[in-house]
């Protein structure tokens, strides 16, 4: 084993934190660099439906502008409705959401059923190629969010971007290049609080 390879895809892995300040607006995400990302994306399992997947990328102002309105007005109404208090990193993406050099919306063609069954197939069928983009981008030093809020709003979503019927939208990547963001590992519970063996609860194998 590689041990310098090993610690730099672990680094990625393990710092691919959210970037909601620290881009730069004013540089555009290369269309080379996003296809490039997409093209790691679908290297994620595919369930049963197969390479079922979409990428809708925004660059449009206008585009941008409304798709900001929407997350805004989502997120500040969530926010209110279950008395919390957004974090200013929370705060200054809303501010500068329709500034942001690009979003990128992944689809799947389909609807899940309501069985736990079938929306683990469903969604375990995209958001693997979702978090892939993710750490793609996050390897070429574009900062994201990972955002689900504006699944809540997609019929106004599927209307301004003529998603037909059928589709079912699930994350929006508000992406940028980042600027000298210290991305770090979270503070998380170890493997060992949080992994049992051979039965529910069993901290030992
Ligand atoms: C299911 C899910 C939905 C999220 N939706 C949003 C969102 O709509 N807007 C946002 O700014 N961050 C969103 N986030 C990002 C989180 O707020 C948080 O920044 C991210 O999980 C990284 O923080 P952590 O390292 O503490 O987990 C979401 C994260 C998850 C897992």
Known sequence: MDQEFLEQVDHILSTARSVRRRLDFSREVSREDLEACINIAVQAPTGIAGESWRFLVVTDPGLKLQIAEIYNDQLRNLSLDRGLTLKSSHESLMARLHEIPCMVLVFYLGEPDESVA?????????????????????????????????????????????VPEGVTQTVMLPAGYCLNANLKPAARLNASEVTYWNGWGRTEP
Do not use: K, Y
């Open 118 to 162: 079938g929306q683990v197939a469903f969604f375990g069928s995209v958001l693997p190629a979702a978090w892939s983009l993710m750490l793609a981008m996050r390897a070429r030093g574009i900062g994201t969010t990972w955002t689900s809020l504006l699944t809540a709003r997609s019929a106004e979503i599927a209307e301004l971007l003529g």
